[in-house]
Every structure is written in structure tokens, then in C-alpha cells.
T-cell receptor, first 110, second 114 residues
Framework: GQQVMQIPQYQHVQEGEDFTTYCNSS?????IQWYKQRPGGHPVFLIQ?????EVKKQKRLTFQFGEAKKNSSLHITATQTTDVGTYFC??????????FGQGTRLTINP | DAGVIQSPRHEVTEMGQEVTLRCKPI?????LFWYRQTMMRGLELLIY????????DSGMPEDRFSAKMPNASFSTLKIQPSEPRDSAVYFC????????????FGNGTRLTVT
């Protein structure tokens, strides 16, 4: 079934550099959610985007939903070692079927 | 609230053995999801329930896998017989039915089949 494509699969940055991960869909999404999974942990909800062109911020994290609601991005400004982990986008298929993108694994050189 | 509770945290078993994973969702959550996570395939949705009824099991890999939810506070995922390729982390997650509500994950069960 439909699944959002997430890129890149891996990203390694120096501490202090910015980081961006993207989710792309061939169809219009009703909404998109973002999760973070620390190494050895479980996915934890970060945010949800619903409206076309929506932009939300959480401290150094900026989330965007495309105008056509077919893509989304998560941008981290000035990464810190606490940002290490895998970031997933999640789409809603049908009524309640929640599927995840492949994830972007972020590693940081201190 | 205690959150979603999964047991065991780790399971090591030999090929051919039966494995049962357990999950207690957050009280009041009427949706329960089972996911499997591997490096190769990422987070795969196996099955989900609404009010204890299985809604979509299209992600269950094969007949060796079965899941039940006998009541609102308990679910099991069973693999019989287990195979080495079933080695993965299995997550249970729950949510309320209101639109846009987030998933709450348990800590997962790391399964190793030798």
C-alpha cells in the first residue's frame, strides 16, 4: 500500500550543524505525524501537521507540511548530541491504519 | 498512567519454539497496534485492533503469526513455530480513537531466534 518515502536514510553531522529529513508521498496526505526514536528506545511522538503549508516549531525543530500536502520536512537547527536518534514520519491510511516511513538515522560528531 | 506495558523485554528462543509476546495498552485507548522493527525493513505494521476486534492483519507475514485481544487491557502476538528471520524488536502501541491522536509505544520486546 501507499507509504511515504523518507530521505535520507542516514545523516551524519558535526555538532552545531543543521539537519533536515524529508517525507514524500505520491498522494495527498490527510495529515502527517513525526516521531523520534532514541537508540535502544521506542518511537516517541513529536508533532502532527494537518493544514496545507503548516509550519510548527519546537525549540530548534521546525516542521513543515507542503502546500499540496504531499510532502513534509523536519529541520533541526544547530544540532546537539541529544538530537541523536532516528526520525520517522507517519501517515494515516484509511480510517486508522498508521504506517511509518523508513526513518532517517541521525548521528552526531561532538 | 503507566503507559503501554510490554513483556517480556527480551526473549531468546530456539527455532521451532512457540513465542508469545504480551501487551497492556493504556487504559481508555481503543486502538492497539503491533509493529515489528528490523534494520532492513524498518517499522512494519503487523496488525491493529479497534475495541478488541482485529481490523487489518494484512501486515502479518505468514500463518505462523497470530494476534489476539481478548479484552480491552490485554493483547498477545504469537509466533509458532518461530524462525531465525523472526528476530526483531516487536512494539505494541495504543491510541484513542479521536482524529489525530498520537500513538503511544511500549518499550518493545527484543526477540532473538537461534
Amino acid at each position: 500500500g501507499q507509504q511515504v518515502m523518507q530521505i535520507p536514510q542516514y545523516q551524519h553531522v558535526q555538532e552545531g550543524e543543521d539537519f533536515t529529513t524529508y517525507c514524500n508521498s505520491s498522494t495527498t496526505l490527510s495529515n502527517i505525524q513525526w516521531y523520534k526514536q532514541r537508540p535502544g528506545g521506542h518511537p516517541v511522538f513529536l508533532i502532527q501537521l494537518v493544514k496545507s503549508g503548516e509550519v510548527k516549531k519546537q525549540k530548534r525543530l521546525t516542521f513543515q507540511f507542503g502546500e499540496a500536502k504531499k510532502n513534509s520536512s523536519l529541520h533541526i537547527t544547530a544540532t546537539q548530541t541529544t538530537d541523536v536518534g532516528t526520525y520517522f514520519c507517519q501517515e494515516l491510511l484509511g480510517a486508522q491504519k498508521l504506517v511509518f516511513g523508513q526513518g532517517t538515522r541521525l548521528t552526531i560528531n561532538p | 498512567d503507566a503507559g503501554v506495558i510490554q513483556s517480556p523485554r527480551h526473549e531468546v528462543t530456539e527455532m521451532g519454539q512457540e513465542v508469545t509476546l504480551r501487551c497492556k495498552p493504556i487504559s481508555g485507548h481503543d486502538y492497539l497496534f503491533w509493529y515489528r522493527q528490523t534494520m532492513m525493513r524498518g517499522l512494519e505494521l503487523l496488525i491493529y485492533f479497534n475495541n478488541n476486534v482485529p481490523i487489518d492483519d494484512s501486515g502479518m507475514p505468514e500463518d505462523r503469526f497470530s494476534a489476539k485481544m481478548p479484552n480491552a487491557s490485554f493483547s498477545t502476538l504469537k509466533i509458532q513455530p518461530s524462525e531465525p528471520r523472526d528476530s526483531a524488536v516487536y512494539f505494541c502501541a495504543s491510541r484513542v480513537s479521536s482524529y489525530n491522536s498520537p500513538l503511544h509505544f511500549g518499550n518493545g520486546t527484543r526477540l532473538t531466534v537461534t
